[in-house]
């Protein structure tokens, strides 16, 4: 059960404070299913920093989530929900029927003793959790953890609250609608899982003090404008403003397409976010 807890405002920081909660079943992880983690703290292998605001927090274990659901037929069973430091979507346990235990995301729905499995068939009754190749699942059905190369692992809607939607299938591939609006083709061996992720109200619950944000690892932002202009293009108070927002290193900030242009991607694109649609391939 994930609720939105309001604290009691015993202090400033406090005052604000609004944590999304849920119920764990088990304090500490399963041993056999986590490692060490090193993070990068927004540095590359030459040690600069290439993405700005990283830094410092509470150390992490990663907990080896199973993204691919190659464990065909035989049944799990929900044992406990866990948080995951790596992700804002919680974890369930499951505990196979052959011994072996397993991570997931936690779906929207699902509770402790409920069963799931993994099929390569259709069946008449989809529950949440359950996995399938795109081929087996009905359109208008809620799916997350989809893959985009078969085999490969999920790296489609992962995040807490996404889902994607089967809109139509055509020439050994899936029509698959984004949280964007985007429709892209997705071939019909990937895998799926059925239900949307949980955690919604992850977007909704507030920090309440600077120090929070430290604890996972986020530095101050501070505004161009606030500095000086030997730091920033947009610094200084004295030559006045009326110049497009732009990055420490000039490049536009606001309306400028910075994504390459992937043809192997773009290609399988049938209808963009802005609505506009693509020539099939």
């Known amino acids: ?103 997931i995301l936690a779906p929207e729905g699902i509770q402790i003793g409920d069963s799931v499995i993994n099929l390569n068939k259709t069946v008449s009754n989809y529950k949440v959790g359950m996995s399938f190749p795109l081929s087996c699942i009905p359109t208008a059905i809620k799916i997350h953890a989809v893959e985009l190369v078969p085999g490969n692992g999920a790296v489609l809607a992962r995040t807490a609250g996404s889902s994607l939607e089967i809109v139509g299938f055509d020439k050994g591939y899936a029509q698959v609608k984004m949280p964007s609006g985007e429709v892209r083709l997705l071939d019909e061996r990937c895998r799926a899982t059925i239900g949307a992720v949980g955690n919604a109200d992850h977007q909704n619950a507030i920090l309440g003090k600077a120090g929070r944000a430290r604890w996972l690892g986020i530095r101050p932002t501070v505004r161009g404008c606030a500095m000086n202009p030997v730091d920033h293009p947009m610094g200084g108070g004295e030559t006045g403003g009326g110049n497009h927002p732009v990055s420490p290193w000039g490049q536009l900030a606001k309306g400028s397409i910075t994504r390459r242009r992937k043809n192997i991607s773009n290609r399988f694109i049938i209808v963009r976010c802005n609505g506009k649609k693509v020539k099939k391939i």
């Open 1 to 103: 059960m994930m609720v939105l807890v309001k604290s009691v405002p015993t202090t400033s920081s406090r005052r604000f404070f609004v944590n999304n909660r849920i119920q764990y079943t088990k304090d500490a992880g399963e041993s056999s299913l986590i490692s060490g983690k090193r993070r990068s703290y927004g540095r590359n292998c030459h040690g600069h920093i290439t993405v700005r605001h990283r830094g410092g927090g509470h150390k992490r274990l990663y907990r080896q989530v199973d993204f691919k659901r190659n464990k065909f037929d035989i049944p799990a069973t929900v044992a406990a929900f866990e948080y995951d430091p790596n992700r804002s979507a919680y974890l369930a346990l499951l505990n196979y029927a052959d011994g072996e235990k397993r991570y």
